[in-house]
């Protein structure tokens, strides 16, 4: 299967600040990323559609400024939690599709932030 | 009524029993069926990918999709406790998000 990281793996920060989440395909490129968050024992929800060069998709409920997305290249998709505050403690995770438009996707490990 | 259904558990097993993890959906147009195994603290990781009806087996994984009953299923033969962990369904339209079950936390006991 196809290869994806996060960096870092997990951040404890302090309220207020700003912290950015990393998310690289390592053997495929992708023009579409896609991050979730999960909080403890629920499934994932889906936060957000990343697309190489043009603005992400915010799903409904989710704040674009406060949630700040950036896909510069075929294999690098940034998440910027800014002003963090205690509520955005969560596990954040990335995937991506094998393929443009595909269906398989393939999850990073997962970032876990901790905001006191 | 959600999208996709899926039992949260826990479900506890023996070593070495079969294990039966199911979800249902309501949303006809979904195409493509997914299971991802997710240990704790962990990314979710794709076991298994299968599109419309029918069996897809992979070593001591089977996946079935029942598009008519709006049901998919996926089997695990002679389970260790190396397969304990939470498995989630996930399911799209094609070219969609994802869209995933609350997932199933299995222990299997040694």
């Known amino acids: 299967g196809a290869v994806v990281s996060q960096h870092p793996s997990w951040v404890i920060c302090k309220s207020g600040t700003s912290v950015k989440i990393e998310c690289r395909s390592l053997?495929?490129?992708?023009?579409?990323m896609f991050w979730y968050r999960q909080f403890p024992k629920q499934s994932l929800m889906l936060m957000a559609t990343?697309?190489?060069?043009?603005?992400?998709?915010?799903e409904q409920g989710v704040e674009k400024d406060k949630f700040l997305i950036n896909h510069a290249s075929l294999t690098l998709s940034t998440l910027t939690v800014t002003s963090a505050h205690p509520e955005d403690s969560s596990f954040y995770i990335c995937?991506?599709?094998?393929?443009?438009?595909?269906?398989?996707?393939?999850f990073g490990p997962g970032t876990r932030l901790t905001v006191l | 009524q959600k999208e996709v259904e899926q039992d949260p558990g826990p479900l506890s097993v023996p070593e070495g029993a079969i294990v039966s993890l199911n979800c249902t959906y309501s949303?006809?147009?979904?195409?493509?069926f997914m299971w991802y195994r997710q240990y704790s603290r962990k990314g979710p990781e794709l076991l298994m990918y299968?599109?419309?009806?029918g069996n897809k087996e992979d070593g001591r994984f089977t996946a079935q999709v029942d598009k008519s009953s709006k049901y998919i299923s996926l089997f695990i033969r002679d389970s260790q406790p190396s397969d304990s962990a939470t498995y989630l369904c996930?399911?799209?339209?094609?070219?969609?998000?994802?869209?995933f079950g609350k997932g199933t936390r299995l222990s299997v006991i040694a």
């Open positions: 990343s697309n190489e060069g043009s603005k992400a998709t915010y």
């Open positions: 299968t599109y419309s009806s």
């Open positions: 949303n006809s147009a979904f195409q493509y």
């Open positions: 996930a399911m799209s339209e094609g070219n969609t998000p994802l869209v």
């Open positions: 053997d495929f490129q992708a023009t579409t």
């Open positions: 995937s991506a599709p094998l393929r443009a438009g595909g269906n398989e996707q393939f």
